[in-house]
């Protein structure tokens, strides 16, 4: 067995042993003894302040350490003021924290009193120096705080209702003031002028005496209609269609390059310009994307001489051109080249895009007739049937050469005349002639050639069945069995003579043409 291990006896003041210093009555000494100290007392028990108390009084030590600043002198003299704590139980409500509070008065000073004191103190300030722009600026404030303060004083309200009643006070007085003025003008009245009676609202009539300029007698101003819409911009309508009327004459191709063409001629033209139509049908593309790829191409003719195997080349790169200029959403360069029959490739559309832009000096700005065609629609009350009509008689003037004196405009307004003609929608009136700028007379010779087109048998057979779809309202079969019926009234002669023999066929090729 492993040796134990002596246990220490360790010494420790215990609360048993007699002998210990310590005064302290303890439960086990009070229990040998048989003494009752600890007992419950016979009267309630006291707080714990009072016992402090009485145990002072009762021990009667001096505790020389602490001196003067010992609990017991403050206790002693503690009794000489207070009457000693009643015994018996405080609850806990009564003195939570042992600190009692003191309640004071809530009635405050009078404020006459207290607005006194802040006016002795503005008096009682430091005179400031002179010259100096900040404290004059403060003297004033205190002038203006005293006799705010003053009236406030007086009158029980707050300042700020005050000082607006002043301003209303003010504004009310400038009013009547004003208006005594007035009534003092009004008593020696003046002579009116003289105004002129106005048309109905309704009618649009545009007077000599109203404020808008540039609407003769008698037409009804249309774009009154539209100020309030930031899209149609129509305080400078006008303007801009004079300045396309102006610039349209600038991009009007030589109607004569042919002669300098020696590979080339005229129904080969009608027959790239009718290959066109198709490509353009099956991309989805714009109105006027069409018409610029045209124009693109009959001003390029117009510059440069063309081989007959370039020609294809040059009409695909216009639409290419066309597309990008006026689509949202331009094709790729390859669809192009797939189109034409992978007969060209990327490369050389690209390289012919900028051999055309530099020929034209990158001048894109052409007139486009939809933009006239939408102007003179609006005169129409735009009419759905017209317009679709008119855009099917406007692209005669892409196929057929003999259009190409004429200005875009000048084609648009023989369109929709020519197509109030067919549907029998009235006169050519003066609103119309306005805002298409074109008289009856003047529209005639267009229209001449117009029915001299569709009397004939069809030539350019894409651009036909295009037009004959019900999506287009079967404009092209409509248009031409009118013309047919009423082509005697326009003078028109060998009508039976088909146009390939005059500018649409190639001799002895088939309906492809040379891009077969």
Known sequence: MPPTRTLRTRQMASENDENSGSSRM???????????????????????????????????????????????????????????????????????????????????????????????????????????????????????????????????????????????????????????VLSAKDASPEPEPEVEARPAPDAYLHPSAAPRNGYPEGVRDLDTEDLEDPLMVAEYANDIFEYLQDLEVKTIPNPNYMDHQDELEWNMRGILVDWLVEVHTRFHLLPETLFLAVNITDRFLSEKVVQLDRLQLVGITALFIASKYEEVLSPHVSNFSHVADDGFSDKQILAAERFILTTLNYDLSYPNPMNFLRRISKADNYDVQSRTIGKYLMEISLLDHRFMVYRPSHVAAGAMYLTRLMLDRGEWDDTLAFYSGYTEDEIEPVVQLMVDYLSRPVCHDAFFKKYSNKKFMKASMLARNWAKLNKAHFDIVDSNLSLDQISCRVEGSDDAGPYA
């Open 26 to 180: 303890t439960r086990a000494k009070a229990a040998s003894l048989g003494t009752d100290e600890l007992s419950v007392p016979a009267k309630a028990l006291q707080t714990k302040r009072s016992a402090l108390s009485s145990q002072t009084q009762g021990a009667q030590r001096k505790r020389a350490a602490l001196g003067d600043v010992s609990n017991v002198t403050k206790a002693e003299g503690a009794e000489n003021k207070k009457p000693a704590a009643r015994a018996g139980l405080v609850s806990k409500a009564a003195h939570p924290t042992g600190i009692q509070k003191t309640t004071r008065a809530t009635t405050r000073p009078a404020l006459a009193t207290k607005e006194s004191k802040k006016n002795a103190e503005v008096r009682r300030a430091p005179a400031p120096k002179a010259g100096a722009i900040g404290v004059q600026k403060r003297k004033v404030a205190a002038t203006v705080a005293s006799t705010s303060d003053l009236s406030r004083a007086a009158s029980q309200e707050p300042s700020l209702k005050k000082a607006h009643t002043a301003e209303a006070e003010k504004r009310i007085r400038a009013e009547e003031e004003k208006a005594e």
